[in-house]
């Protein structure tokens, strides 16, 4: 099993800033790599939809409404990356999910995975 734990919503005033933290870890085994990770949200009555994500080789990709504002970054602690959200709007209220595909390695046996967390709120009041 691998999950994703994320940290860092809360409720700000729209101009404000959050940081969202997402650490992956393996309940069994070891990670080995983690090949693409991501941030996406969904809001109320809308489908979840990609807010940002970069992956190992070096893109990086972000939505058209939070270039600019927002920057998806790797953080030094092991298997943990950000999402630095500044300029924050109201439009940006949302549940915001961190996603990862990686592999594992249990006893020789690598196994790939499509994780996603289990979302932190982010309220945005204008």
């Known amino acids: 099993q691998v999950q994703l734990v994320e940290s860092g919503g809360g409720l700000v005033q729209a101009g404000g800033s959050l940081r969202l933290s997402c650490t992956a870890s393996a309940a069994s085994g070891n990670i080995v790599a983690i090949y693409t990770m991501g941030w996406y949200r969904q809001a109320i009555g809308k489908s979840r939809e990609l807010v940002a994500r970069f992956t190992r080789g070096g893109s990086t990709d972000y939505a058209d409404s939070v270039k600019g504002r927002f920057t998806i970054s790797e953080d030094n602690a092991a298997n943990t990356w950000n999402l630095q959200m500044n300029g924050l709007k109201p439009e940006d209220t949302a549940v915001y999910y961190c996603?990862?595909?990686?592999?594992?390695?249990?006893?020789?046996?690598?196994?790939?995975?499509?994780?996603w967390g289990q979302g932190t709120q982010v309220t945005v009041s204008s």
């Open positions: 996603n990862a595909y990686l592999s594992t390695i249990v006893l020789g046996h690598v196994t790939h995975h499509d994780v």
